[in-house]
């Protein structure tokens, strides 16, 4: 009698693809004062954690990297809204 040959299926470990949702890394900034103002034009190019990772930086330097981030790098950001995204970052992302 032939015996094996037909063996897979039954005992074969199946492969379950797990699902689990996590943010595309860190992908959102954390509460603070005009957060959304911050969402809108800091996500578009790089992460949020391109700025998290960043050292407490005094409120002139953010000023520079906004500045930056619009010169250098073109995001099309306002006048008005630099100047809330850097109250933000002064706000949450400075030394006290
Ligand atoms: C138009 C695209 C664009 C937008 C919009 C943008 N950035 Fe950037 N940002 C870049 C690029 C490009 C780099 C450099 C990436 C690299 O070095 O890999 C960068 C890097 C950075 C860095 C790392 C330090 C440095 O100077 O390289 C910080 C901090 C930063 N961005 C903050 C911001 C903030 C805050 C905003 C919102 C005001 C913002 N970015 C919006 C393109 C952008």
Redesign the pocket.
Known sequence: MMMGGAAWGASAPVFKPQSIELPADAATFPEGPNLKV?TQ??L???SAD??LD?PLLPRATWAA??T??RNV???P?SDADAAL?VDY?AATHSPP
């Open positions: 911050v034009n800091c578009a190019c790089h391109m700025v960043q990297e906004v930056k981030m790098y073109k995001a950001i995204i970052l």
